[in-house]
């Protein structure tokens, strides 16, 4: 609209290029690396890997011979099946319909925070 | 408890930083209108000065902050008068947010929060509103509007009580203001004088600066102390403006194919009022994030608008509207855990799709609908109520006179 108005039609200047180039640069070399730290390791995107996970878990589940108990590949074992075998820290009997509420062995004990919130490993240092 | 001299200090700073945005908003204001126009338009921001802080006295702060929801205020959208005239408002009294600070502190920095959220409105209707029905609509927009959200929000009401976060006023300052704003327009009608602006660029630089610094007040401020927090809001206030900023100036170079001194500006606007509901409460690269999709999202409202034919006169709806909602909705994406102190209250953690809990997001915008709706529909019944008393709108004969001598007899350029 407004080149129209200015009466710049057609191909932009180098220098006009040069500095459009430049914006953009800068900005995505902030905002793609923000992005990724911001989400690359939050718990959503584990989430969605243990919701996926547990999707495909009745087709991966070895047929179970006569006699034989069905086994579980291990790779495939949701965090909330974690939960239940005995080296989990949690004694807990039920799984737990939220993943994120599972505590794993090398999960560190939450420092603060109301129970239940665990911190993303890529979380920065708590605020002391 | 005894005093906390250092929080004491800052807040009592951060309190005039607030008060000081209301001069820069109306110079922001003033340089973006015509030269006819320029006194009218900074005296609707001066002077919520000084008729906001009487109607605070009288019953704002009451209905603001007295009673909470089952605890003698009405359903939890608006407190009761139990605190009117400042009554219980004692020397030795701690303020509810923090007690080592004293509850004078506390309703003289939302007294200004109450005092520039209507002054952001009258960028929408400039050159067009007739200075009585200005003071009517001031005074009803602030009891009908403002208190209540406040109340509901920020005053142990229901959105409170549901678990809805903002930390330094996306919900109840950005948002209602754009969507009052927007309602105006719509009232209003467009603007008829040629004298429309803008006339002083250097003019809406000041009043940037002014927003800017005052901002680091408005946000860092609202931890209502001196902790790490307080810190994390300040910075987080900069990035956002910083990288809003760029990015609208971007967005212009490539759609009008000039790098707009006008466009960097409102840019860094519209990255500080979407970063003001997740300040302390998101990361620093999340802050960053925001404050880039602040001027897109803000850059294309702005655009729909002018296509649309609206004269939102100074974009109080594509910038204060639109950055405010968005702010208020992300906060329910980046709001995280780990920005928190030890030992906090749980129920004043804001834990959202980065931590993995998709509730908050839910609560965040159907706050922000509301809230939007709720400011639209009663702005629009109030300016037809006004109406009914006193005429709202200048004549066209007024408006191509410019408002400041039709309505002040005074003349910003001899």
Known sequence: ?128 | MPIDTGSTGFMLIATALVMFMTPGLAFFYGGLVGRKNVLTIMFQSFISLGITTVIWFICGYSLCFSGSLGHGDFAGIVGNLDMAFFRGVDLMGPSPMNPGVPVMVFVAYQMMFAIITPALITGAFANRVRFPAYLLFLVAWLILVYFPLVHMVWGGGILAAWGVHDFAGGIVVHTSAGFAAFASVLYVGKRRASDKGLHSLPLVALGTAILWFGWYGFNAGSEFGVDRITGLAFLNTDLAASFAGPTWLLLDWIFTRKPRFLGFLTGCVAGLATITPCAGFVSTPSAVIIGILASCACYLAVHLKNKAGLDDALDVFGVHGVGGFLGTVLLGVFGTAAMTLPGRDPSLLASGLVDGHADLLVKQSAAALGTAAYAFCFTLFMLWAINKVTKVRVSEKEELAGLDMIEHGEEAYV
Do not use: H, N, Y
């Open chain 1, 1 to 128: 609209m407004a080149s129209r108005r200015d009466g710049r039609t057609g191909r932009r200047p180098a220098d006009e290029r040069a500095g459009i180039l430049f914006l953009v640069a800068i900005l995505a070399a902030a905002f793609f690396p923000a992005v990724l730290t911001e989400f690359d390791s939050a718990a959503l995107l584990k989430a969605v890997a243990a919701a996926m996970a547990q999707s495909k878990l009745p087709e991966r589940i070895s047929p179970a011979s006569e006699g034989q108990p069905a086994t579980i590949p291990e790779i495939l074992v949701r965090p909330t099946l974690l939960a239940e075998s005995p080296t989990a820290t949690s004694p807990t009997t039920e799984a737990s319909p939220d993943p994120l509420d599972v505590v794993s062995p090398s999960d560190a004990p939450c420092p603060q925070g109301p129970p239940g919130l665990v911190p993303s490993p890529r979380a920065p240092p708590r605020i002391a």
